[in-house]
T-cell receptor, first 114, second 119 residues
Framework: AQTVTQSQPEMSVQEAETVTLSCTYDTSESNYYLFWYKQPPSRQMILVIRQEAYKQQNATENRFSVNFQKAAKSFSLKISDSQLGDTAMYFCAFMKQGSEKLVFGKGTKLTVNP | KAGVTQTPRYLIKTRGQQVTLSCSPISGHRSVSWYQQTPGQGLQFLFEYFSETQRNKGNFPGRFSGRQFSNSRSEMNVSTLELGDSALYLC??????????????????FGAGSRLTVL
């Protein structure tokens, strides 16, 4: 069974600064996807970024980027130029290829302070 | 393009009752999954449906059931409600939902959830 661990229950950052959220996972699968989802107070789960395990290049989406270390089974999220709207719970998630089942970490509550 | 629609958004039930939650996926999406979110257990997978068939099921008791209709809409039912069933129930849909989907697919889009309170 796969497990996803987020070791930082809460983090805070000043507006315009950079913050990195940590995620590690455990799996015996070779082909899989990794995701970061954010869940603001409105509860809507929103996809932030996705990484295919076979790709060595780290995914980026505007201010969001990941550091994917496959051998270490690490998948951290970097948020640059933090904005107040980034305040949310952030969940790291794993999905094995060919499946629609996401395995989530416990989440990191990120607060961006003005 | 309409997103994933869940109804009702909020509901209150008492122990022993049953509840049915509905999920309408994004048009064209054929796979629908359900997740339970609680403060203690976090996000847990309930089940996934594709073409009216349950393909995958999480570790929940038989009181939790679901189904999918020919138009891909899905419902989940919880019978004999317990206090511990109080949770946010999230539905998600995905475009391909094919077990043999090539790499690059399988992005789940979530609805806003149904908040169930059991008294």
């Amino acid at each position: 069974a796969q497990t996803v661990t987020q070791s930082q229950p809460e983090m805070s950052v000043q507006e315009a600064e950079t913050v990195t959220l940590s995620c590690t996972y455990d799996t015996s699968e070779s082909n899989y996807y990794l995701f970061w989802y954010k869940q603001p107070p409105s509860r809507q789960m929103i996809l932030v970024i996705r990484q295919e395990a076979y790709k060595q290049q780290n995914a980026t989406e505007n201010r969001f980027s990941v550091n994917f270390q496959k051998a270490a089974k690490s998948f951290s999220l970097k948020i640059s130029d933090s904005q107040l709207g980034d305040t949310a719970m952030y969940f790291c998630a794993f999905m094995k290829q060919g499946s629609e089942k996401l395995v989530f970490g416990k989440g990191t509550k990120l607060t961006v302070n003005p | 393009k309409a997103g994933v629609t869940q109804t009702p958004r909020y509901l209150i039930k008492t122990r022993g009752q049953q509840v049915t939650l509905s999920c309408s996926p994004i048009s064209g999406h054929r796979s629908v999954s359900w997740y339970q979110q609680t403060p203690g257990q976090g996000l847990q997978f309930l089940f996934e449906y594709f073409s009216e068939t349950q393909r995958n099921k999480g570790n929940f008791p038989g009181r939790f059931s679901g189904r999918q209709f020919s138009n891909s809409r899905s419902e989940m039912n919880v019978s004999t409600l317990e206090l511990g069933d109080s949770a946010l129930y999230l539905c998600a849909s995905s475009l391909l939902g094919n077990r043999f989907t090539p790499s690059g697919a399988n992005v789940l889009t979530f609805g806003a959830g149904s908040r169930l309170t059991v008294l």
